[in-house]
């Protein structure tokens, strides 16, 4: 099982029991981590997110809300131009299961960094919503892991494959599946629980705060294409084989070892945002204390 999957699954069976007592569920809570299309999901995020100054509950689940949308952003904004996961742990936020764009669009390296930013700034306000929940707030919130999910390929809808039990099982194997027959996956949230996905989000935006506070140009330029194939970066005509002969991960194909290889020898990033270099070690030390309030 990958890192990743690990972290999640690990996180997921140290839950409490489904009967320990607990306030109630919002109503909007239970649309938010039911719903089957885009549009009643952000209905009902809305909802919770107006509710949240009032409401320790609301503000937990919006907090959630707003976390698993922030995965959105990241993974539809790698489909839009045909992301291929290198499925290596090395290269943490290119981990998503992203479904197969055959038509994807070309990608710039501006367009690049957007994507990490509104990665980021998601984060950044799931990570606030969590904060404003009371240590000692009530919290119970049972959901079914194989209904609550994320639109993954952009078609409004939230489907069986895109649930958060497919993407972390799909993280273990490698890929997406397109079996709908999965078992029910039910847990109980709780502040704990928070204070992990909170620590969570502050650690994937060091990830990002780390990139976009230096000009990696020359590594997009000259590696990318293993992770974008066919995006029209510079050097896909020259270095990307023909489909079919691609390979499937970072380390079964020779053109990818040679991208990595490139990555890594192509990483003298001038600095052009010191203040987010800051961001990121704060973002860390933020983790570690958030991590020793959930244990």
Not at 42 to 49: I, K
Not at 228 to 234: D, E, S, Y
Request: charged share 20%; glycine share 6%.
């Amino acid at each position: 099982m990958t890192r990743l999957a690990g972290l999640l699954t690990s996180a997921f069976i140290l839950l409490l029991p489904l009967s320990s007592a607990s306030a109630a569920m919002p109503e909007a809570a239970t649309t938010l981590f039911e719903a089957k299309t885009v549009a009643a999901r952000d209905t009902a995020l809305s909802t919770l997110e107006a509710a949240a100054p009032k409401d320790p509950a609301s503000a937990y689940a919006a907090g959630a809300g707003e976390f698993f949308t922030a995965l959105e952003i990241l993974a539809t904004g790698q489909r839009r131009h045909g992301f291929e996961s290198p499925q290596s742990f090395m290269l943490p936020l290119m981990r998503l299961p992203v479904p197969d764009n055959p038509n994807p669009e070309p990608l710039t390296y501006e367009q690049f960094r957007a994507i990490l930013v509104g990665f980021r700034d998601r984060l950044e306000k799931s990570a606030a919503t969590f904060a404003s929940v009371p240590p000692d707030a009530d919290i119970g919130m049972v959901i079914d892991l194989t209904h609550a999910g994320i639109d993954l390929n952009e078609d409004g809808t939230i489907a069986p494959d895109e649930s958060m039990a497919a993407i972390i099982a799909s993280l273990s194997r490698g890929g997406i599946s397109s079996d709908a027959a999965a078992p029910t996956l039910t847990f109980r949230f709780d502040r704990a629980d928070g204070y992990w996905l909170q620590g969570y989000a502050e650690f994937l935006m060091a990830q990002a705060d780390f990139w976009l506070a230096h000009d990696f140009r020359s590594t997009f330029d000259g590696s990318f294409h293993m992770l974008f194939p066919r995006a029209k970066l510079p050097l896909q005509d020259i270095l990307v084989p023909p489909a079919g002969d691609m390979g499937s991960s970072i380390f079964s194909s020779e053109w990818r070892i040679a991208a990595f290889i490139s990555m890594v020898h192509l990483v003298n990033w001038p600095v052009i945002e010191p203040e987010r270099r800051q961001a990121a070690r704060r973002h860390l030390l933020e983790m570690i204390r958030l991590s020793r309030e959930d244990w």
